[in-house]
């Protein structure tokens, strides 16, 4: 007999929310997380010595009251009084080595018929460069629009499918429209992480996956386990890997997802030293850096935070810290080992025509005990992840798991 009714290898958003769901319904769960902490791309690094109880987003960086699926389940656990309002502060541009305001940059005689553009734009089948380039119009598009979708989605987002990049979603209104919590998102998956039903095993990293009858048995370098249900809540690059010996069509369709990386870089620094007005961040056009996201929107007496998300491959390390500084407008050896952390972030870069390919991989799971979930199926928003475990459970329910 299977030691569990499901195994879920990954303790990003993901998998805790399908853990979550799976273990409310009663179903004896089991994570693997080969790091040694949980979240996944919601990670809060929290500072030590000098700047004790500062903390730095370096992946996920906001909430917001549409989440629906993710706030159900904050509810659940009874934390949603823990939510604190992101202050309001305004996005600026970054461009010509000078930080403008984004009004300045648009040519609003191109931005006339836009909104009856908008009432006639068809996202499925376009691109985001396509159907918002029509919307806005050629130039608002290059000076502005552009640089800020490369921005949300810390990647080139022109070939991006334009029905993934906003969904429009209900919004509860007794949650802030957008927020965080006292010590970072990161907290939501400590709080998920915490509950005694969902047990985790951390620096557990799965090597090998294979079917024994209609259970599921998973090697890792510390041992084996067996459960009546799989679930990969990983990079799809790592769930193609696990399932290329046993579902070999599945991993191929998995490696047709290409993926972005995000060299990301975050710095803290005496409130005083700072003259960059306050912001929630900063878009980068034509710069080394997709976007730089602060800690304004959590403001803190003594320090600010920012973090820079550079492309990749493009500057080393003293390089970005040499254009961390001339964007502060701070001194170089303002930067040391005590206020500077740096992560390496992967994400999918989707294309149009990703729902057909969504389907597809659904049809080829169909039936079977095996789930797939992560941020390479509806979208990169964190909600976008939670929606998509939660379809899996309730789909693995109906099969009468």
């Not at 970072?184 to 915490?194: E, N, P, S």
């Not at 206020?339 to 972030?345: A, F, I, L, W, Y």
Request: net charge neutral; glycine share 8%.
């Amino acid at each position: 007999m299977a030691d569990h009714d499901l195994l879920i290898i990954g303790a990003g958003i993901s998998g805790l929310s399908m853990a979550h769901d799976a273990a409310r319904a009663g179903w004896r769960v089991q994570v693997l997380e080969a790091d040694q902490r949980p979240g996944g791309c919601l990670c809060s690094h929290r500072f030590g010595g000098a700047l004790d109880g500062f903390w730095l987003e370096l992946g996920a960086h906001s909430g917001f009251n549409s989440y629906g699926n993710l706030l159900a389940i904050l509810e659940s656990v009874r934390a949603l009084d823990r939510l604190q309002p992101r202050a309001k502060v305004s996005f600026r541009l970054f461009a010509d080595g000078a930080v403008r305001s984004i009004p300045s940059q648009l040519n609003f005689s191109e931005l006339l018929l836009a909104p009856f553009r908008l009432l006639r734009a068809k996202k499925a089948g376009h691109s985001v460069a396509d159907c918002y380039g029509r919307i806005v119009g050629p130039r608002n598009y290059a000076a502005v629009f552009e640089p800020a979708f490369d921005a949300v989605i810390c990647q080139p987002a022109a070939e991006f499918p334009a029905d993934c990049l906003f969904r429009p979603r209900p919004r509860r209104k007794d949650v802030p429209r957008g927020f965080t919590l006292p010590d970072g998102l990161q907290t939501v998956a400590d709080i998920l992480a915490g509950q005694s039903d969902i047990p985790i095993e951390f620096g557990q990293a799965a090597r090998e996956v294979w079917r024994a009858g209609e259970d599921f048995g998973v090697r890792t370098d510390r041992g084996e386990y067996a459960a009546r249900a799989l679930c990969l809540a990983t990079p799809v690059a790592v769930a193609a890997e696990l399932l290329r010996a046993e579902f070999p069509e599945l991993a191929a369709a998995l490696a047709r997802i290409r993926t972005a990386t995000v060299e990301s870089v975050g710095v803290a620094l005496p409130a005083d030293r700072v003259s960059l007005p306050l912001v929630a961040g900063l878009i980068g056009r034509n710069e080394t850096f997709y976007s730089v996201v602060s800690r304004d929107t959590a403001p803190d007496a003594r320090h600010r935070g920012f973090t820079f998300h550079f492309r990749p491959g493009v500057l080393d390390e003293e390089g970005k810290l040499n254009r961390i500084a001339q964007v502060l407008n701070a001194p170089r050896d303002a930067f040391d080992a005590g206020n500077v952390v740096s992560q390496v972030n992967r994400l999918p870069a989707l294309r149009v025509g990703h729902g057909d390919w969504v389907s597809a991989v659904d049809r080829a799971l169909a039936g079977n005990r095996l789930a797939l979930t992560g941020n390479y199926f509806v979208g990169v928003a964190i909600e976008d992840c939670v929606t998509r475990s939660r379809r899996e459970f309730e789909r693995l329910r109906r099969q009468g798991l």
